[in-house]
């Protein structure tokens, strides 16, 4: 098993920034990594996804404001999000596809 723990979540006002980051316990292969977030009362969603050849599949409703990277002398998985809004309020989960693991979640709350 590979932990993965997440980091860098926090309450921040509208238009405000985070980065998150997802660091693995051990020395891993990366594989398919992406970011899910989950709201109070609503389904797991995807939100970002890094694959082969470095190449990023966004949802729809943060595109253009949120950028997932990885660093892989690091051993870790970063998410860059900008222009917070109040809908982006939910906890923030990093996932490996290779080893079908989850993080534990990081909170972010956008509220002025």
């Known amino acids: 098993q590979v932990n993965l723990v997440e980091s860098g979540g926090s309450l921040v006002q509208p238009g405000g920034s985070l980065r998150l980051s997802c660091a693995a316990s051990?020395?891993?292969?990366?594989?398919?990594m992406a970011w899910y977030r989950q709201a109070p009362g609503k389904e797991r969603e995807l939100v970002a996804a890094i694959i082969t050849n470095d190449n990023t599949i966004y949802a729809d409703s943060v595109k253009g404001r949120f950028a997932i990277s990885r660093d892989s002398a690091k051993i870790t998985v970063y998410l860059q999000m900008s222009s917070l809004k109040p809908e982006d309020t939910a906890i923030y989960y990093c996932y490996s596809n290779y080893y079908s693991t989850w993080g534990q979640g990081t909170q972010v709350t956008v509220s002025s």
């Open positions: 051990r020395s891993i292969r990366f594989g398919d």
